[in-house]
């Protein structure tokens, strides 16, 4: 049994979702991140399998303490889980009971499918015109409907592929499953404005994301270039396309990011590596001139950072108000994290059967409500016998 908060310790305030409840029949990556943050605010969530679990239960190594898949756990805590077969009349009697009963609805199947089981939008909203629903898709449900929406396919027809990796290299995909991050991220905001709605008004909605738009929108720059041109960016390894010198340098020992973004920060650059005539040249004169002599200037700070080690020359230059820093592993960056005082991870240990899994922390910080940490990622099942109230449909919406 999961041990509810509704209130935050520090203030006194009901959590921001205290009282939401979801419905998740999400799985993988982009939906379970999703609906976690929520719960990391007080929603309560239940997660809806079939006998054979999230995909990403099996996806290890891998594991935590437990024997938990971490690709699993990054995004399941705070969660009940139970089982629904919806191809049975008993699953999908159940499940349909369980949407009666939640405010929120979130769903990542192909478009099309929850409607074969009576559980689409269209379906549940005649019952339940207050429901939040918020449906995730790959491309969308038009024309790209039928195509698979993995993180690596979006990538490489979203173009993200085209402009990662080095000039002279093979399209790279980004190192983590970037896409459904950001499409996670765009359903949270999307849900929460979708609520803010109800409360106002007292009707839900849809809200439909898709990692195809998630991916063009988070191009930002790029897809605006893009836009405006009608010329589609290259490939520059680490480099920026508009400013220099902005990428990784080779030093003495280490290698090194630099991202200086004006000429007093370049100025200051050239001061530090004994380079003082630099800015002073034409080629270097402006910024649009350094990224014209990109490579020429490459060499030239190469040359002069192989005199000390990334360490040494990160301490200097951020001494003297230019942006550097050496690149950390994954496991040097949360030490600079907690020595930050960012406190980027927190150990979750379950009240009800002693588990604990060390969790990375919500990154949201509200100054008046913080996150609460209540339930290890779940057993699939582990809450197939609670008791999920059948909630009336809202029949005090505004304007109905």
């Known amino acids: 049994m999961v041990v509810e908060s509704t209130a935050d310790s520090r203030s006194g305030l009901p959590q921001p979702l205290a009282g939401i409840r979801i419905a998740d029949f999400s799985r993988v990556l982009a939906g379970p991140l999703c609906s976690m943050m929520l719960a ?17 239960r099996a996806w290890v190594p891998p594991v935590d303490i437990d024997g938990t898949g971490t690709y699993f756990g990054s995004v399941n805590r705070n969660k009940r889980s139970v089982v629904a077969d919806l191809k049975s009349d008993e699953g999908l009697s159940y499940a349909r009971a369980l949407v009666a009963g939640c405010d929120v609805v979130i769903e990542n199947f192909r ?5 074969k089981f009576g559980l689409d939008y269209q379906t549940v909203s005649e019952s339940r015109p207050d429901i939040v629903y918020c449906s995730i898709s790959g491309f969308g449900a038009g024309t790209g409907a039928d195509l698979p929406g993995y993180d690596l396919l979006v990538q490489a027809l979203g173009g993200l592929m085209s402009i990662t990796g080095q000039a002279d290299g093979e399209p790279s995909k980004v190192g983590v499953a970037l896409v459904d991050v950001l499409t996670g991220q765009n359903a949270l905001a999307g849900i929460l404005m979708a609520l803010r709605v109800r409360d106002a008004a007292g009707t839900g909605q849809q809200v439909q994301i898709n ?17 405006a041109t009608g010329c589609s960016p290259a490939r520059l390894g680490n ?3 508009s400013i220099a010198p902005y990428e990784t340098f080779r030093t003495g020992g280490g290698t090194l990011a630099i991202a200086v973004g004006n000429d007093r920060q370049f100025a200051a650059l050239a001061s530090v590596l004994g380079l003082k005539g630099l800015p002073e040249q034409a080629r270097f004169f402006t910024n649009e001139r350094r990224v014209a002599s990109r490579e020429e200037l490459r060499i030239v700070v190469e040359t002069a950072l192989d005199a000390d080690t990334a360490a ?3 301490r200097k230059l951020l001494a003297a108000g230019v942006p550097a820093g050496r690149v950390n592993t994954v496991g040097e960056a949360f030490e600079l ?10 150990i979750v240990t379950d009240p009800a059967t002693g588990r604990s899994s060390r969790q990375l922390t919500n990154p949201i910080r509200l100054s008046a409500s913080a996150p609460s940490y209540r339930q290890v990622p779940p057993d699939i099942g582990e809450h197939q016998g609670s008791t999920f109230a059948v909630r009336p449909p809202n029949t005090s919406a505004k304007g109905t």
């Open 40 to 56: 990391d605010y007080g929603a309560d969530v239940i997660k809806i399998e079939s006998a054979a679990g999230d995909d990403t």
């Open 111 to 115: 478009p099309g499918v929850m409607a």
């Open 211 to 227: 990692l195809f738009s998630s991916l063009l929108a988070a191009l930002v720059n790029q897809a605006t270039a893009t836009l």
């Open 239 to 241: 480099a920026h396309p």
């Open 312 to 314: 040494n020359w990160q």
């Open 337 to 346: 994290a907690e020595r930050l005082g960012l406190e980027p991870s927190i």
